[in-house]
């Protein structure tokens, strides 16, 4: 308040207003004299003398700032010295919309909508501020140069501090196949390759762990990153000294916040989304919005199982505090997501806990299944609605939450605020809609199913849960459907999991069995393939017109029927829904199909992808597809080139 600023601000503005209000009545006065009830007449027949009028309609005329009285087509009745010197005329009449043409034609209606503007005029940002007046019908706009006020805005923001939290994903993986004396060499070449990019961009790098670092830059030596897509990441990639497992990058970018601690929170925030998408990207977040670089390579398989043994220990103690559990799968149930949810129904019933399983068959995918499921003594009675499952819910409920992290695709999402405690387990990699409120989370994208991580819990729960032939059995035909029978995804882990699973009594007959499909499948199936069409030389568009049963499946094996083709490196499938559109995708790894089907909402792995599209057709479908098809293939050409 004791600022000089203060005062002389309100003193102008004091001065402004009152001059402001001596120029209606001067310019009422020549129209015929000022109402005797208006604001000007009052506060000159009110005891301001003439002196007084005069001074003020001086400093009106010759203030910096630009004033200008117009009538509601635009019209300009008066302006003093200060618009003059702002657009550069030394004089300024007609209409003010010709003369500044980022004011549209119809002003009335503009300054009604809104009191305040920006506008670029001859290389200056100008401010306009209005207020509309009754007599005579009009507004008095007032005019400020505000460019050297963004200026000063914009460097400051430049100046506001960005914090990156990076982590090496697989050193230990890395390191433990290389001999002892690469080992060292190993370490020292990712410190030094991180320590030169850091002094490149002026920024500040400190090592605070093994394969983990801070780096503090600024929001220049940002754009610069996001410019080059973080290509530090494929500098790590390229370190080759004996590894056959690359070393790969994880990056989580925070941005925009004054307190560092706020930075540091979105900093570890975009890190943890990162790893749960897979590792090797760099995930830029700001408060309102994030931004992902990178995820070109495929995760690694974990050869230490630590992980799964902690999980399993917490999901038992979970289990043993909970009055009832609620196993629950995604929309449209799958396979897998089936057979990891009897899994864990069969971990609750064991440990003696009430257990409901909430699955969707509304789509037919699970139609063989379905069937056992409900003749199963064990299971039957235990699968029940999303509405049943609420009213079962409460406080002291454990809600596990099988192949899904995305709110958006539960069964009943209700459920989340419904109960105690929820645990996430799943192999998708993680997107920018999650579910917060888990306490337990166990997203592992190098999975090949998220039965595949189920069985590894089992096994390390003991003697104490044993796995039934029907549950051993659905788990393996979720491990083989999302794996293209031990091609994609698969590892050590996978044909472990499977192994496991034959010993507890998966039957070959059975999964032969919910592996089969019907004759009305494979003719739609086939009927896809047979009208699939390729774009950008070695992807493929398949589509699916009519609303038919089972959809989904053959969406999905029409997918995979179409990437076997020779030299295709993606392919798609666009089927209708009562809903909307959905798109299956899936690809060899050379194309990120999760990446693409994000620009739609969708995700899900490297080499599988699916999104949903509500209230749309297949023509608007395929035409943002394709956008988004041709902006990643121009971005991997620029890549290409600059490498």
């Not at 990437?563 to 666009?574: G, P, Q, Y």
């Not at 909307?580 to 990120?592: D, L, P, Q, Y």
């Amino acid at each position: 308040m004791d600022s000089p600023y203060f005062w002389l601000g309100l003193v102008l503005g004091l001065a402004l207003g009152l001059g402001v209000l001596v120029i209606w009545w001067h310019l009422q006065k020549m129209k015929g004299g000022a109402p005797k009830n208006s604001a000007a007449s009052m506060a000159i027949d009110d005891g301001y003398p003439d002196y007084l009028c005069r001074i003020f309609a001086d400093i009106v005329e010759d203030v910096s700032l630009g004033v200008a009285i117009v009538d509601p087509k635009g019209e300009i009745l008066w302006s003093n010295k200060g618009l003059h010197q702002l657009l550069k005329r030394d004089e300024v009449k007609g209409n003010l919309a010709e003369l500044l043409p980022g004011l549209p034609i119809n002003i009335h209606n503009l300054l009604n909508s809104k009191k305040s503007m920006q506008l670029s005029f001859k290389g200056t940002v100008l401010k306009v501020d209005s207020k509309q007046i009754d007599q005579p019908q009009g507004f008095v706009l007032k005019f400020e140069d505000i460019t050297e006020k963004l200026s000063l805005c914009q460097h400051r923001q430049e100046d506001k501090p960005v914090l990156v939290l990076m982590q090496v994903d697989n050193l230990a993986e890395t390191l433990q196949e290389i001999e002892e004396e690469e080992r060292l060499v190993l370490q020292s070449t990712v410190d030094k390759i991180l320590t030169e990019w850091a002094l490149k961009l002026e920024g500040f790098l400190k090592k605070y762990g093994e394969g983990r670092y801070l780096v503090v830059m600024s929001q220049e030596s940002l754009r610069e990153c996001q410019k080059n897509r973080f290509d530090i990441m494929d500098r790590i990639r390229e370190i080759k000294l004996g590894n056959t497992i690359p070393v790969t990058l994880s990056m989580g970018v925070g941005v925009g916040e004054e307190p560092i601690i706020d930075i540091s929170r979105l900093a570890n925030q975009g890190l943890e989304l990162a790893l749960g998408r897979g590792g090797d990207q760099a995930v830029v977040k700001w408060t309102d919005k994030v931004l992902f670089y990178g995820g070109k390579s495929n995760v690694t398989e974990k050869k230490t199982k630590v992980r799964a043994r902690v999980v399993a220990n917490t999901l038992r103690f979970y289990i043993q505090q909970a009055s009832n559990v609620i196993v629950m799968g995604h929309e449209s149930t799958d396979l897998d997501s089936a057979g990891a949810s009897l899994g864990i129904a069969k971990v609750a019933m064991d440990f003696g806990k009430p257990v409901q399983l909430v699955l969707d068959n509304s789509t037919g995918t699970l139609d063989k299944l379905w069937v056992m499921i409900k003749e199963d003594p064990l299971y039957g009675e235990r699968l029940v609605t999303g509405e049943e499952a609420l009213a079962r819910a409460n406080s002291e409920t454990l809600l596990v939450i099988c192949d899904t992290n995305k709110p958006s695709l539960l069964v009943e999402e209700g459920l989340i605020s419904q109960v105690g405690r929820i645990a996430i387990i799943d192999h998708h990699r993680r997107g920018e809609e999650f579910i917060s409120e888990a306490q337990l989370i166990y997203v592992e994208p190098y999975a090949s199913s998220t039965s595949e991580l189920v069985t590894e819990i089992i096994q390390y729960l003991g003697e104490e849960v044993t796995l039934d032939p029907l549950a051993a059995s659905a788990m393996l035909g979720g491990i083989m459907v999302d794996s293209k029978y031990f091609i994609f995804q698969t590892g050590v882990r996978t044909f472990e999991a499977a192994g496991f699973l034959r010993r507890m009594g998966a039957g070959s007959k059975v999964v032969r069995k919910l592996l089969q499909d019907d004759f009305d499948v494979v003719v739609e199936r086939s009927r896809v393939v047979q009208n699939a069409k390729i774009v950008f030389e070695n992807i493929v568009l398949g589509f699916l017109e009519q609303e038919v049963p089972h959809s989904t499946i053959i969406a999905a094996e029409a997918a995979d029927s179409l990437l076997s083709i020779e030299d295709m490196k993606a392919s798609f499938v666009l089927y209708k829904v009562p809903e909307g559109v959905n798109i299956s995708a899936r690809s060899n790894g050379e194309i990120n199909v999760q990446v693409l089907l994000e620009g739609l909402g969708g995700g899900g792995h490297l080499t599988g992808a699916g999104a949903q599209l509500k209230d749309t057709g297949l023509p608007e479908t395929e035409e943002k597809l394709m956008v988004l098809l041709e902006a990643y293939m121009e971005e991997n050409q620029v890549e290409s080139s600059g490498q």
